[in-house]
């Protein structure tokens, strides 16, 4: 994708589609076209052939940020509904060991 959109310099790599390239890949992979031989010239052409897919469908210009970026609060200041029960009660914990006897 990013080799792709870089033979336009006014094209930014943002716009192509990873999923369009995805599924090119994938379908050129199902029908076993361009199916490679000996030479390293098919390989170029693969990826002409995804790049020129991507370049064909491009995705919109971003819009441009009308606020900085920030950390976003949380989605309520205010309590759950109901009540949650946060008091701690002490409790007595007690084991006991049973051995087996040796006749």
Do not use: E
């Not at 589609?17 to 361009?34: C, E, H, K, P, W």
């Not at 098919?42 to 995804?50: N, P, Q, R, T, W």
């Not at 920030?70 to 009540?83: C, F």
Request: charged share 30%.
């Amino acid at each position: 994708m990013a080799d792709a959109t870089g033979i336009r310099p006014d094209t930014d790599p943002d716009r192509a589609s990873f999923s369009i390239a995805l599924n090119t890949a994938r379908d050129l992979l199902v029908q076993a076209a361009g199916v490679f031989k000996d030479t390293a010239v098919d390989l170029v052409d693969l990826v002409g052939i995804i790049g020129r897919r991507v370049l064909a469908d491009l995705m919109p210009d971003r819009r441009i940020r009308t606020r900085p970026r920030v950390v976003k609060r949380a989605i309520s200041k205010y309590n759950a509904r109901g009540t949650i029960d946060r008091t701690s009660y002490k409790g007595t914990i007690s084991i006991d060991i049973l051995t087996t006897r040796t006749p």
